[in-house]
């Protein structure tokens, strides 16, 4: 498994718990010389693009689980859905994936390109779960609370909100 994003010190208060630094290129090569790879997570991203995901699903044919979501005031993805169409081209890529896990495009209709791609690769893997998700901060009595949205695409489908 490799996390990107979700360690921190106890010794620092400025603890980073972000891969904002993460560059599509070092992605790509550690992809590359780690085929075996079954989990992957980078959170607090900023910029990984499709080409990054689409490496991911080519070098990597045991993936089971990806999480790409950004950070902070990182919102958009650079994500167009352009991967997950490569995906469906190539039915020998990414045959073990069952869960896809990405940052919430926000604001779209469900025909933007990202969610088109979603719904039409979900429609032909039966088994795969593409989930979009939102997590943002709100202050509460003096302390700082997290809400997380999901939705969950099933079989070309939107399943669930929560």
Not at 95 to 121: C, E, I, M
Request: charge should be positive; proline fraction near 3%; include cysteine.
């Amino acid at each position: 498994m490799v996390s990107f994003g979700t360690g921190f010190n106890l010794q620092d208060y400025g603890a980073k718990n972000s891969a904002r630094e993460l560059t599509n290129e070092a992605v790509i090569r550690l992809v590359k010389s780690c085929p075996k790879l079954r989990c992957m997570q980078l959170q607090g991203t900023s910029g990984i693009k499709d080409i990054t995901l689409e490496a991911i699903f080519e070098f990597c044919p045991d993936i089971s689980y990806v999480e790409i979501t950004t950070g902070g005031g990182y919102q958009q993805n650079g994500l167009n859905g352009s991967a997950l169409d490569k995906l469906r081209e190539h039915p020998c890529w990414g045959t073990k994936l069952k869960t896809l896990l990405l940052q919430d495009p926000g604001g779209y209709s469900g025909r933007d390109p990202l969610t088109r791609a979603v719904r039409a690769l979900t429609k032909e893997r039966d088994k795969l779960s593409v989930q979009f998700v939102s997590v943002s901060e709100y202050k509460k009595w003096g302390d700082w609370e997290l809400e997380t949205r999901c939705e969950v695409f099933r079989n070309g489908r939107k399943q669930s909100r929560f």
